[in-house]
Nanobody, 111 residues
Framework: QVQLAESGGGLVQPGESLRLSCAAS????????MGWYRQAPGKQRELVAR???????VYADSVKGRFTISRDGVKNTMYLEMNSLKPEDTAVYYC?????WGQGIQVTVSS
């Protein structure tokens, strides 16, 4: 299993942007897919976005058109570009590759 470390979270105002990064301790090219999840207080963890080995992507309806998932095979890092953030995007965000999870990072959208 790889070790994953998220970064890039924080507190922003509605309409602003953030980019999350998920750095892996090993080569990520072998994973069939990898993704970002989030969990808001009192809610279940949900899939936000997933990227497949062949580079196709899927997104939750709530983030389509605002979030973009990508990866860099040289840096062994996955990204989540989040634009036009809304208060309902507030959650702890987790990255997942294979059976490995990151520790989670807080994203808070508030005025």
């Amino acid at each position: 299993q790889v070790q994953l470390a998220e970064s890039g979270g924080g507190l922003v105002q509605p309409g602003e942007s953030l980019r999350l990064s998920c750095a892996a301790s090993g080569i990520i090219g072998s994973f069939v897919h990898m993704g970002w999840y989030r969990q808001a207080p009192g809610k279940q963890r949900e899939l936000v976005a997933r990227i497949f080995r062949e580079s196709s992507t899927v997104y939750a309806d709530s983030v389509k058109g605002r979030f973009t998932i990508s990866r860099d095979g040289v840096k062994n890092t996955m990204y989540l570009e989040m634009n036009s953030l809304k208060p309902e995007d507030t959650a702890v965000y987790y990255c997942k590759m294979g059976e490995s999870w990151g520790q989670g990072i807080q994203v808070t959208v508030s005025s």
